[in-house]
């Protein structure tokens, strides 16, 4: 378990991660959110140790996290660092190498992970052949290549078609089902909200919001609730006026409601069963961009 207690940053008088605390547990993907400047690549730096902490700690397993076992992780840079006139595999496997493995090893691994990745017809091209979403697969490829203990990736989507991304989530939740802790930023909301199992979400380098991805969005939830009745939802507009309740939108048997109290949704419910068959009555949850934009205002 990858844990930040209280992390603080500051550049000469200006605070860039302010007291940044949450957990990044065994086998879990963590969707670390947030706009620019915000303090995601920071944060991340002061897990691998590029940067120290002002105040705080990094912690894995309980303990102070030491020098050899930041060396386990593994790191994919926002900015791309791999060696544009070397050939693919071979970069991969050499950066196996330098973690440890024995070239055989190293080169096996490297040809797993073009595979899964869709690379290997481009396994002999060097690096600067590659179109970009295939260099960042490539980037992705070196960060995995040693087995790390840890993932630590910075936007690992960016550039990437739907196709690409998918492959990425492949190889991102076979590491996870092996126990690794895999943290992740990305201004991809959509792709957050449909891989992660938890978010953090950070403004001015704060922590906003964090926890489990579907208990954050019912944490989130207003009191609107989508109700389909047979055969009209008409009634809705005078029942409405008298009982606190806002009606958003009707259309034929569908309505979108808005309670004025959580105690509303008995009576509501009684009142629409005794007028005819109920379809669904359900709450509306929050798309995770509807609780960004709510928590970083």
Same mark, same amino acid.
């Given at each position: 378990? @990858?844990?930040?207690?209280?992390?603080?940053?500051?550049?000469?008088?200006?605070?860039?991660?302010?007291?940044?605390?949450?957990?990044?547990?065994?086998?879990? @993907?963590?969707?670390?959110?947030?706009?620019?400047?915000?303090?995601?690549?920071?944060?991340?730096?002061?897990?691998?140790?590029?940067?120290?902490?002002?105040?705080?700690?990094?912690?894995?397993?309980?303990?102070? *996290?030491?020098?050899?076992? !930041?060396?386990?992780? %593994?790191?994919?840079?926002?900015?791309?660092?791999?060696?544009?006139?070397?050939?693919?595999?071979?970069?991969?496997?050499?950066?196996?190498?330098?973690?440890?493995?024995?070239?055989?090893?190293?080169?096996?691994?490297?040809?797993?992970?073009?595979?899964?990745?869709? /690379?290997?017809?481009? !396994?002999?091209?060097? /690096?600067?052949?590659?179109?970009?979403?295939?260099?960042?697969?490539?980037?992705?490829?070196?960060?995995? =290549?040693?087995?790390?203990?840890?993932?630590?990736?910075?936007?690992?989507?960016?550039?990437?078609?739907?196709?690409?991304?998918?492959?990425?989530?492949?190889? @991102?939740?076979?590491?996870?089902?092996?126990?690794?802790?895999?943290?992740?930023?990305?201004?991809? /909301?959509?792709?957050?909200?449909?891989?992660?199992?938890? =978010? =953090?979400?950070?403004?001015?380098?704060?922590?906003?919001?964090?926890?489990? !991805?579907?208990? /954050?969005?019912?944490?989130?939830?207003?009191?609107?609730?989508?109700?389909?009745?047979?055969?009209?939802?008409?009634?809705?507009?005078?029942?409405?006026? %008298?009982?606190?309740?806002?009606?958003?939108?009707?259309?034929?048997?569908?309505?979108? *409601?808005? @309670?004025?109290?959580?105690?509303?949704?008995?009576?509501?419910?009684?009142?629409?069963?005794?007028?005819?068959?109920?379809?669904?009555?359900?709450?509306?949850?929050?798309?995770?961009?509807?609780?960004?934009?709510?928590?970083?205002?």
């Amino acid at each position: 378990m @990858l844990e930040l207690r209280s992390i603080s940053r500051r550049f000469g008088d200006r605070t860039v991660v302010d007291e940044v605390s949450f957990t990044v547990g065994p086998g879990r @993907l963590t969707g670390f959110v947030g706009a620019n400047g915000a303090g995601k690549t920071t944060t991340m730096r002061i897990v691998l140790g590029v940067l120290a902490a002002d105040h705080g700690e990094v912690h894995w397993h309980g303990r102070p *996290i030491t020098t050899a076992e !930041r060396r386990r992780f %593994g790191y994919m840079p926002e900015e791309r660092g791999l060696y544009p006139k070397m050939k693919v595999a071979d970069q991969i496997a050499y950066f196996g190498q330098l973690h440890g493995k024995s070239r055989p090893d190293a080169l096996t691994a490297a040809e797993q992970l073009l595979d899964q990745l869709s /690379l290997t017809d481009r !396994r002999n091209d060097p /690096l600067e052949s590659l179109s970009l979403g295939n260099q960042q697969r490539a980037q992705i490829a070196a960060a995995l =290549v040693h087995d790390p203990i840890a993932l630590i990736l910075d936007e690992p989507f960016s550039g990437l078609d739907p196709l690409a991304v998918d492959a990425v989530v492949n190889v @991102l939740r076979e590491r996870a089902a092996q126990g690794v802790p895999v943290l992740f930023s990305s201004h991809q /909301l959509d792709v957050v909200e449909r891989l992660c199992d938890d =978010v =953090v979400i950070i403004a001015d380098g704060q922590v906003r919001a964090a926890g489990e !991805r579907d208990a /954050l969005r019912h944490d989130h939830a207003s009191l609107r609730y989508r109700l389909t009745v047979d055969p009209d939802a008409g009634w809705l507009r005078d029942w409405a006026t %008298g009982n606190g309740l806002r009606v958003i939108d009707i259309d034929g048997p569908r309505a979108v *409601i808005e @309670l004025g109290r959580p105690d509303l949704e008995q009576p509501l419910l009684a009142e629409a069963l005794r007028r005819g068959p109920v379809r669904e009555f359900a709450p509306i949850v929050p798309t995770l961009s509807q609780i960004f934009r709510e928590v970083i205002r």
